[in-house]
């Protein structure tokens, strides 16, 4: 009975860990279907979104002013 409960146990936490790597048949992430299969248009596309986003990115962080003074989160409690 001891031995049932430790496999039952096994299992149930390694089920989740090999769901985890669900992937398909090609190991690893996405089955074995990386960019190699995607056509050179999607490739540009997925470039330029990728550019896109991290030029929105950078221009959203250049207006966060800088601060003059040290951030002090205790200083109501002192």
């Known amino acids: 009975m001891r ?9 149930l936490v390694a089920s ?11 190991g690893g992430r996405g089955g074995g279907k990386g960019r190699a299969s995607q056509n050179s248009e999607q490739q540009k596309a ?4 990728k550019k ?5 990115y950078k221009a959203g ?3 966060i002013p800088d601060t003059k003074e040290k951030y002090d989160p205790w200083k109501n409690a002192r």
């Open 3 to 11: 031995i049932l409960a430790a496999v039952l146990t096994f299992v």
């Open 16 to 26: 989740p860990l090999c769901a985890q790597n669900a992937g398909g048949l090609g």
């Open 46 to 49: 997925d470039q330029q979104k």
């Open 52 to 56: 896109t986003a991290e030029d929105a």
């Open 61 to 63: 962080v250049k207006m």
